[in-house]
């Protein structure tokens, strides 16, 4: 019999409710440290105590005479991989995932070790028992104060972009804002720990995973272990949260390093306190903003230079100065990244990269512009607003920032905002309100998807997709039902397993844009086979697709989603306590596939914009290396208390060069919002804040209107 599509459904743009949530809130779900397996053993990562030098000697002796220990793998006798190749994303994986390659320490928490064991509790104990002696070497954590080894680097574009003559331009000017705006290190967090089980069956590697896209650590695992790709399996079915930290780590090599020892599955699972060394973090940052505008407000010159840190064995860059790049225009429009080496972990993406840290110095420097100008924070920006790429010069395939700016300050009741800093008040409170500019580039890559229709009138469609708490899953449910013209009941979505073949990761905000697209375009391939009418076999009739050529057709232009923060926040200068009481967000950020779980997307980047402004930091001791309190209450993060009412909306924005008209939005929520909650409080205070967080000492010491 042949399959006969049901009448088209529009599922795509209504409310769905994931089709995998009842089996998250019933436990039914398996995550990666959950799954179990026969002969199972656990491994326990041992982490340097020193922050540089030399490891002298293990004494493994001691602990594989412990209750359980089948193994200590370090430096010595460890399997030896190879690291020297460009990988998925096209570069060369950092060298903390090439784990007991040498007795070099770069920094601390360096793994030196692993300890397996029968249990996981055998296996604690034995690694807190495990004596290892070091050679110490001076070590330099500190990021403050000058770094004259800092050095640019190209990231997604060139580390420094200039045109027009900057000093020239700031010399005519009638206003001008010069400013320093630093950001600490943060950290992603995740409430699923990173987790990996390695098993060899019939000469076939078998990771169970918990990360951002089975294709990417498979073919990096195959590359550092020499083997052939077909011999390495990834699964990954769900993540609880990743944000950038879930790519290819330590734990993931030592799990095969052990697997392959002991000649049994072996499971390794980060703790919490691990993830603060091992899982990346987002580099602090200084950064520099120097605007020169008319005194009507239309800039004349723009310079936004970035330092950021990474460690001294890998070289990433927080691109902090990017968004400017997109923003706004200026005769002389001069942009850089720069690093300096530190003894200190990798950074690695964390949610917005570049452009969460960015947004916060260029949309605080926007403002401290509109004051001086004497003009409205929104006008300012409509009176800079680009028809092209500021640097880039190419059209964009979709600009409606504007229009953005324009609901939300509808809906906030911006009109009625008297412009004067610190005349607000509720009883003990000054109150503010703070506006910002959000923007996040809306990319493609190349993926490919099978789709089957099966003879009960069902549809499968697998993809490698990862669905990292963000609702993906549910959303290419939609995608395929409207593009196989059925409910999407009838459609079963399969995803995370890396024979299914080479897909992108959920990274960039590009991970629904680039499945959905290749699930349409095997979608279509489908319809014209069922359309020839043909009997289905009991096993169905598959057609797969790959969109590379279509994707490397496209046109070039700036391709971002865009967004309007708005914020409301009550500051108590007696005590520095500062609280937001509202905040609204309006986004243009292509269709949008699943309004419930893409809701959830924007309020959760809006409340992690919160906690970037009041409270998260992370502080290394100058003197050890470490961390300060390298846990959840040593490093705050906004709780319910502290988030207010958040509203987050949309503008009707398709993208017309794709065939859903997705752009992406996983990130862009949080950008920007730390800038107008830090605009917001100096408009109760009159003070500006340009060091995050914003916590109440830095309130006490800077005062405000009493």
Partial sequence: ??????????????????????????????????????????????????????????????????????????????????ID???????????????????????????????VADTSEQAREAAEAL???????PHDVAFGGEHPDAYPVDNHGPAVAEKGDLEGALAASAVVVDAEYTTPEEHHNPMEPHAATARWDGGRLELVDSNQGTTWVASELARMFSLDPAAVRVRSEHVGGGFGSKGLRAHQVAAVMAATTVGRPVRVVMTRRQMFTLAGHRSPTRQRLRLGADADGRLRALEHRSLSATSTVYEFIESAALPARTMYDADAHHTANRVVRLDVPTPTWMRAPGEAPGSFALESAFDELAEKCGLDPIELRARNEPDRGPVSGLPFSGRHLLACFHEGARRFGWADRDPRPGVRRDGRWLLGTGTAAASFPAGAAPSTAAATAHPDGTFTVRINAADIGTGARTALTLVAADALETAPEQVR???????????????????????????????????????????????????????????????????????????????????????????????????????????????????????MALHEEAVRDHA???????????????????????????????????????????????????????????????????ELPIRPDRVLRAGGHA
């Fill in 85 to 115: 190749f460009v990988g998925l994303l096209g570069v060369p994986p950092d060298p903390t995932a090439a784990v007991f390659q040498h007795d070099r320490v770069p920094h601390r928490g360096w793994p030196v070790a692993l300890v």
């Fill in 1 to 82: 019999m042949t399959t006969a599509p049901t009448a088209r459904r529009n599922s795509v743009g209504t409310a769905h409710t994931r089709v995998e949530g009842r089996d998250k809130i019933t436990g039914a779900a398996r995550y990666a440290g959950e799954i179990p397996f026969a002969s199972l053993a656990h491994g326990w990562l041992v982490l340097s105590t020193v922050a540089r030098g030399r490891v002298r000697a293990v004494e493994d002796g001691p602990v594989l005479a412990m209750p359980g220990v089948v193994a200590v793998l370090h430096h010595q006798n460890a399997p030896r991989v190879d």
């Fill in 493 to 611: 979505v399969r995803i995370g397993d890396s024979d299914l073949g080479p897909a992108f990761i959920a990274g960039g905000s590009m991970g629904t844009r680039s499945w959905a697209w290749a699930v349409t375009a095997a979608a279509a391939g489908l319809r014209e086979r069922l359309a020839l009418g043909a009997d289905l076999p009991p096993e169905g009739i598959t057609v797969r697709s790959d969109t590379t050529e279509a994707i490397g057709a496209l046109a070039q232009k700036e391709r971002h989603s865009f967004g309007a923060q708005f914020a409301e926040v009550a500051v108590d200068v007696g005590t520095g306590e500062v609280r937001v009481r509202r905040m609204l967000g309006i986004f243009a950020a292509g269709r949008i596939v699943n309004p419930l779980t893409a809701r959830g997307q924007f309020i959760g980047g809006m409340t992690w914009g919160i906690s």
């Fill in 131 to 137: 004596v290892v002696h070091y050679d110490t070497e």
């Fill in 624 to 690: 050890f290396g470490g961390h300060y309190g390298a846990d959840l209450a040593g490093y705050h993060v906004a709780s319910h208390a502290d988030v207010p009412p958040v509203e987050a909306d949309w503008i009707d924005d398709p993208d017309p060069d794709d065939p859903v008209g997705i752009k992406g939005i996983g990130e862009i929520g949080i950008v920007g919002a730390a800038a107008a909650i830090a605009n917001a409080v100096w408009h109760a205070t009159g003070v500006r804040h340009r």
